[in-house]
């Protein structure tokens, strides 16, 4: 059974920095994308960043780039986002997915829960 | 960045009834469109990819159709478990990847 588990997320404060981790079971790691996505609470998907199977390029949202850093370490099976300058619109639940190549993101972590406040 | 409009923000539909979802880009996506259900307190779970492609296990009463703008998700007779928050996604011009704000399909 694949599944993705998410560890890392608390309460930060504004500027502060949080690091998240995935780890991953239940199929080849090295072969897939994988994804960040996060959600406010009450509202809709935000896609954060990704990764290329042996790491080598990442894509970021506007809002993040230069603030979060995607990567992976393969041996492993774990995924992470490094997150720094915290916003208090940073506070969100933050899921890792794994992509699948010409379908989406499938399947999703249950989530971990960033809150960005004083 | 490509935004996605879903429509309406929320629906109301009884059991047994036939739901339909509609979500528009702001411009062409081509068929790379997904969709994804989202129960309360879960994850999201894809439905339907390349805009007309069940993914494994979703049921046959659940389709997608359209190309280019216009996009629905059809769910032909609504059961129970069915009633959440669906939302569209494109992967054709990324990044980023982009979603569309949801629709909340509740029971009449």
């Known amino acids: 059974e694949v599944q993705l588990v998410e560890s890392g997320g608390g309460l930060v404060q504004p500027g502060g920095s949080l690091r998240l981790s995935c780890a991953a079971s239940g199929f080849t790691f090295s072969n897939y994308w994988m994804s960040w996505v996060r959600q406010a609470p009450g509202k809709g998907l935000e896609w954060v960043a990704n990764?290329?199977?042996?790491?080598?390029?990442?894509y970021y949202v506007d809002s993040v780039k230069g603030r979060f850093t995607v990567s992976r370490d393969n041996a492993k099976n774990s995924l992470y986002l490094q997150m720094n300058s915290l916003r208090a619109d940073d506070t969100a639940f933050y899921y890792c997915a794994r992509e699948v190549t010409g379908r989406g993101i499938d399947p999703w972590g249950q989530g971990t829960l960033v809150t960005v406040s004083s | 960045e490509i935004v996605l409009t879903q429509s309406p923000a929320t629906l109301s539909v009884s059991p047994g009834e036939r739901a339909t979802l509609s979500c528009r880009a702001s411009?062409?996506?081509?068929?790379?469109l997904i969709w994804y259900q989202q129960k309360p307190g879960q994850a999201p779970r894809l439905l339907i990819y390349d805009a007309s492609n069940r993914a494994t296990g979703i049921p046959a009463r659940f389709s997608g159709s359209g190309s280019g703008t216009d996009f629905t998700l059809t769910i032909s007779s609504l059961e129970p478990e069915d009633f959440a928050v669906y939302y569209c996604?494109?992967?054709?011009?990324?990044?980023?990847?982009?979603f569309g704000q949801g629709t909340k399909l509740e029971i009449k």
């Open positions: 996604q494109q992967r054709s011009n990324w990044p980023p990847y982009t």
């Open positions: 411009q062409s996506v081509s068929n790379y």
């Open positions: 990764i290329t199977p042996d790491g080598s390029d990442k």
